[in-house]
């Protein structure tokens, strides 16, 4: 597949599918969407670094949410939080 290259996506293309990004990302447009979306990638250097700056991102955020707290960070975070609520309670 060939692209012509010598016509540059304008400002307006581009935010546009920047908006798509995410929900291209999560795999969350239609097939249509998707091909759209590829098409604008590879023709579009500038789009292609924020997709690729957003998956990065994505990937770095899921792997520290897997991540589980040690058991004393735990304890005292959960000590931490029963104080809080008996002092409201006793307000």
Same mark, same amino acid.
């Given at each position: 597949?060939? !692209?012509? !290259?010598? $016509?540059?996506?304008? =400002?307006?293309?581009?935010?546009?599918?920047?908006?798509?990004?995410?929900?291209?990302?999560? %795999?969350? @447009? +239609?097939? =249509?969407?998707?091909?759209? #979306?590829? #098409? !604008?990638?590879?023709?579009? %250097?500038?789009? @292609?670094?924020?997709?690729?700056?957003?998956?990065? #991102?994505?990937?770095?955020?899921?792997?520290?949410?897997?991540? #589980?707290?040690? +058991?004393?960070?735990?304890?005292?975070?959960?000590?931490?939080?029963?104080? $809080?609520?008996?002092?409201?309670?006793?307000?």
């Amino acid at each position: 597949m060939s !692209h012509d !290259h010598s $016509v540059e996506p304008s =400002a307006s293309d581009c935010a546009e599918f920047l908006d798509r990004i995410v929900y291209f990302i999560d %795999n969350e @447009l +239609d097939e =249509a969407d998707c091909s759209a #979306v590829r #098409v !604008h990638l590879d023709s579009c %250097n500038p789009c @292609l670094e924020k997709y690729d700056l957003q998956r990065t #991102v994505k990937s770095v955020v899921a792997r520290s949410c897997a991540e #589980v707290a040690p +058991d004393e960070l735990r304890q005292r975070v959960l000590f931490r939080i029963r104080e $809080v609520q008996v002092q409201i309670r006793e307000g």
